[in-house]
């Protein structure tokens, strides 16, 4: 059974940072791509970043480039989402997903029950 929980969220003040981490279960996670997504106040959830099985193949929402950071760790089967110089835009709630093969944007399969990041003086 897959599972997915999402840690380190929390109230942070503008131009601050945050580590959101995702510990994963119940499934080979070294075979398979993972993303970070959020979901604002009233808005929809969408992608924030992308990355492959290895590590290797990354992507990003464009409104979060140069300031946020996806990455992996295989051998504690965590993702982990660095986030930089933090707005009022990022306050949403963040999940962690699961992508039905090695690297993905569109297809995920599972996801975390998500961390509230509220951005705010």
């Known amino acids: 059974q897959v599972q ?3 840690s380190g969220g929390g109230l942070v003040q503008p131009g601050g940072s945050l580590t ?3 510990a994963a279960s119940g499934f080979s996670f070294s075979n398979f791509g993972m993303a970070w997504f959020r979901q604002p106040p009233y808005k929809e959830r969408g992608l ?19 300031r946020f950071t996806i990455s992996r ?6 993702v982990y989402l660095q ?6 835009d990022d306050t949403a709630v963040y999940y962690c997903g699961k992508a039905h093969n090695n690297f993905s944007t569109r297809d995920f ?13």
């Open 20 to 22: 959101l981490a995702c």
């Open 73 to 78: 760790d295989n051998a504690k089967n965590t």
């Open 48 to 66: 924030v970043a992308a990355i492959s099985y290895l590590g290797g193949r990354l992507k990003y929402a464009d409104s979060v480039k140069g």
């Open 4 to 6: 997915l929980v999402e």
């Open 83 to 88: 986030m930089n110089s933090l707005n009022s």
């Open 109 to 121: 399969d599972s996801w975390g029950p998500g961390t509230q990041v509220t951005v705010s003086s």
